[in-house]
């Protein structure tokens, strides 16, 4: 057994604090493109992730990922957090606490991710219920399959922050979500605007920030795979961004906000399964690369009937695609220590590359339909027509994110006021 | 002339704007306003604060028409309004003293008459 590093330990503490405020930032990020009677909603999903995915993942999810199962699963050992201490886990040197809670920071952003598809329209708790089913049947599953001694894992997938369990288990997900839910009721006769897009802009930078840990501590070290993840989580979103700046001008001879800070988003996914595992040079050209499928989508699915309302699929789904199969072909042992790709002499880590790539979208596609489809036999899954007009802050939660308090009048029930001692205002 | 304001549910805007579209009704300003109409009052609660809501968002129309156009425009609004239930809003038809087209100076019955539209 490894003896613990306390460098190591500070690292990842940190790199789960960065991971962690990537949930509100992608909230932020979410609620700047709805329309503001439907912003706390929005952002709602996201904080409902921070509660609901933490306490499935102590209970449950943690184990079924990581303690050890067979080939498709974990097994229950460590339910409850049970024997998960001070001890690191075997080639770990950080105690098994920090490992569990850096890993719960990662289903809690995946978990808030997929409600990209369905907002504006879906009824919270139906969403909730769908989230702790979506986190022990999906996610668990895909995160034991690369991460947690799983068949991926056993055949020489290479999936350093999330390729598979993130990025296209949220972004298929959100696709089948999307056509589960149905549409929002004016969609296609109606344009639907972002109501703040500074919102939109500061979300995206705050998650770059956050990416930094979350690809930054998938090496569970200060060692090179974790430097070498830091430097690509700067690299790759960079020539994206610049990428998409040009695709964006070709397309329209203007360079738009609402584009850049998908672009940053784009590239953060693109790198995260790559990011230990490529050189820097080989970085810059994915950051290139990763741009044009999730850009070729974005512009394909405008023009469908298909309201994934925030290109999740697009953004994730591609993105982490085009990543996961980079691995196999720029992979270098030079800089991972592991294994080379096709373009250094290595076939097979591409064909495993590619199994990863078709099978993962299918499943989570797949459980998500059938998961969705249950929930909406136990309740409704969307609000009413007249309540989607009205807008679902107020409808689900009381409240109103631009509440000017005007007419506004106090309900106070006197008898319960407590009287105030005298000298006192 | 006259001057239709209607004041409408902000989620049937849209409704309203398509069926005066329809009715080839050009020519409005729209507004944001908050009123009270004896509808029943939202409860918010914000931190253990609750408070009654007691004006309700509207959308206000303004539309400045010729007499012949009053019902069509009456009607149109009407339509695209109406979800049946208290807080549909109102319609307030008043008449109009004087009307000017900015660019052309055209006055009156002329200036509430869309370009290219028979007369």
Redesign the interface.
């Given at each position: 057994m490894n003896a613990i590093n306390t460098g190591d330990t500070a690292w990842m503490i940190t790199a789960s604090a960065l991971v962690l405020v990537m949930t509100p930032a992608l909230g932020l990020f979410y609620a700047g493109f709805v329309r503001s009677k439907n912003v706390l909603n929005t952002f709602m999903m996201s904080a409902a992730a921070l509660g609901v995915a933490t306490v499935v993942w102590a209970v449950l999810g943690y184990s079924l990922a990581f303690s050890a199962g067979n080939d498709f699963i974990g097994g229950l050992h460590n339910v409850f957090l049970n024997d998960v201490g001070f001890t690191p886990r075997d080639g770990q040197t950080i105690p098994q606490l920090v490992f569990f809670v850096f890993q719960a920071t990662f289903v809690i952003v995946t978990a808030a991710l997929i409600s990209g598809a369905v907002v504006e329209r879906m009824r919270f708790g139906a969403f909730i219920l769908f989230m702790i089913l979506w986190i022990l049947g999906v996610y668990a599953v895909l995160a034991h399959w690369v991460w947690g001694g799983g068949w991926l894992a056993d055949g020489g997938v290479l999936d350093f922050a999330g390729g598979v369990p993130v990025e296209m288990a949220s972004g298929f997900s959100a696709f089948a979500a999307a056509l589960v839910v149905g549409a929002r009721k004016?969609f296609g006769r109606?344009a639907f605007l972002p109501h703040n897009a500074l919102y939109i802009l500061l979300g995206a930078g705050l998650l770059w920030f956050g990416w930094i840990g979350f690809n930054g501590g998938s090496g569970f070290s200060v060692g090179n795979p974790g430097v070498l993840a830091v430097t690509n989580t700067l690299l790759t979103p960079a020539f994206t961004l610049v990428t998409w700046f040009i695709l964006d001008f070709i397309r329209g001879r203007k360079v738009t906000a609402v584009g850049a800070a998908t672009a940053i988003v784009v590239g953060c996914v693109g790198i995260t399964p790559a990011a230990g595992y490529i050189s820097p040079t080989w970085a810059m050209v994915l950051g290139v690369l990763a741009a044009i499928p999730s850009y070729l989508v974005i512009v394909w699915r405008a023009r469908t009937r298909l309201d994934e309302t925030l290109d999740v699929l697009a953004a994730h789904g591609m993105a982490g695609l085009t990543g996961i199969v980079f691995i196999g072909l720029a992979a270098q042992e030079s800089w991972n220590g592991i294994a080379n790709g096709l373009f250094y002499g290595n076939a097979s880590l591409l064909g495993w590359q590619v199994i990863a790539a078709l099978v993962a979208p299918a499943y989570a596609f797949t459980m998500t339909f059938v998961l969705l489809k249950l929930v909406g036999r136990l309740m409704p899954l969307r609000v009413s027509a007249?309540e989607e007009?009205?807008?679902l802050d107020?409808v689900e939660h009381?409240?109103?994110a631009y509440?000017?308090g005007?007419?506004?009048?106090?309900?106070i029930d006197h008898e319960s006021l407590v009287e105030q001692p005298t000298g006192v205002r | 002339m006259k001057l239709v304001i209607g004041i409408v549910?902000p989620?049937?805007a849209?409704d309203v704007l398509a069926s005066l579209y329809r009715a080839d009704v050009r020519g409005l300003s729209i507004s944001r306003v908050?009123g009270?109409g004896g509808e029943t009052?939202?409860?918010?609660?914000?931190r253990g604060?609750?408070?009654?809501?007691?004006?309700a968002e509207k959308v206000r129309f303004e539309i400045a028409v010729s007499d012949d156009f009053v019902d069509t425009t009456v009607d149109a609004l009407v339509e695209g309004a109406r979800?049946g239930d208290v807080g549909d809003g109102k319609i307030f038809v008043v008449p109009l003293e004087r009307v000017v087209r900015i660019r052309s100076g055209e006055a009156d019955q002329a200036a509430v008459t869309p370009q290219g539209a028979a007369q």
């Open positions: 004016d109606q007249h007009a009205v807008g107020i009381g409240e109103e509440a000017t005007e007419g506004a009048i106090l309900m | 549910r989620e049937k849209n908050q009270h009052e939202r409860v918010e609660t914000y604060t609750t408070v009654k809501m007691g004006l979800t």
